[in-house]
């Protein structure tokens, strides 16, 4: 064991220049991410913003008991839990797809091309994506043209104020938005296969897909595994602009997430004690379900996380 940690401090100051550029990353998640973290000391107390923390009164469980008997709060839960979970399922192959079909194109200016359209809306900001969006689902917009030329629908609807089509809409505004970005991690990943693999593969009389399924596949799947772990993790999270540019008055009932409640209580109603309280116990959540989703991902495939 003192021989590991010899080598591996010999490795580091070997490699300092190297090991130097995380600093700024480490500095950044300390101050950002750590320190705000003493905060949440609040969601025990009566916080006042106009005096100091330490003054407020603690109150115990008191909000935590508050947001439980809370409606407002079960139906944010219901949203959240329904647009991460279509997210999941249909959301969550499509950039291993993507990356798969991207890697099987032969002409290397064609690829190029391909990957560098699919990155560019992950550059919009959702405040233009989400005008974008809301232009094509409106009257004479782009989906209604689509959906009367195709014969799908006999007249123009407002999809966006319908709150049955909300949950639906934050996906495929995803999608469109965020896979070619989320290919990335699947083509470095497939990058690094061994050309061999494929060489022998062909050799055995393996064809295209074959050679997909048992070489390409079975090499990122440790790479899927941690993604979906981090991805059931985080299912409690949602877009937080996304759902904001989305929403209005008439699909709240179905647009309201977590996040906006959280939002919605703690800077629109300046309830910071109550607004404290339920992202600490979402935080709490986030953590159960990544140990959990680590140990089902280690029983089911042996990779995991830890």
């Known amino acids: 064991m003192f ?156 999809y966006n104020s319908d709150p049955k089509y909300f949950w639906w809409i934050t996906y495929f505004s995803d999608v469109l938005k965020e896979t070619g970005w989320s290919a990335i991690i699947y083509i470095a990943a497939i990058a690094g296969i061994d050309p061999a693999l494929y060489e022998a593969a062909e050799l055995d009389g393996a064809n295209r897909w074959q050679r997909m399924w048992h070489i390409t596949v079975q090499s990122i799947r440790p790479t899927i595994a941690i993604l979906f772990i981090l991805a059931v993790a985080g299912m409690l999270g949602s877009n937080f602009e996304q759902i904001f540019m989305l929403k209005n008055n008439m699909n709240m009932r179905m647009a309201e997430s977590l996040d906006l409640y959280i939002y919605n209580m703690g800077l629109v109603s300046g309830r910071h004690s109550f607004s404290t309280a339920v992202l600490f116990a979402r935080s709490i959540v986030a953590l159960g379900l990544l140990f959990l989703a680590n140990y089902m991902s280690k029983k089911l495939t042996g990779d995991s996380i830890f």
Not at 59 to 67: C, D, I, M, R, Y
Not at 113 to 141: D, R
């Open 3 to 158: 021989q590991q940690r010899t080598g591996l401090v010999k490795s580091l100051l070997r490699q300092w220049q190297l090991q130097s550029m995380v600093i700024p990353g480490i500095i950044w998640m300390f101050i950002f991410c750590y320190i705000p973290m003493l905060w949440l000391i609040i969601g025990f107390m009566d916080y006042s913003i106009a005096k100091p923390m330490l003054q407020s009164p603690f109150v115990g469980l008191k909000h935590f008991e508050e947001f439980i008997g809370d409606d407002r709060f079960w139906r944010s839960i219901r949203n959240t839990l329904g647009m991460s979970a279509i997210k999941l399922v249909f959301g969550f192959p499509i950039p291993i797809f993507f990356a798969l079909l991207l890697n099987e194109i032969r002409s290397i200016r064609f690829k190029r091309t391909v990957q560098t359209i699919s990155y560019l809306p992950h550059f919009i900001a959702w405040t233009i994506f989400g005008g974008i969006m809301l232009n094509w689902l409106g009257e004479g917009g782009v989906m209604n043209q689509l959906m009367m030329g195709l014969g799908i629908q006999d007249r123009e609807i407002l």
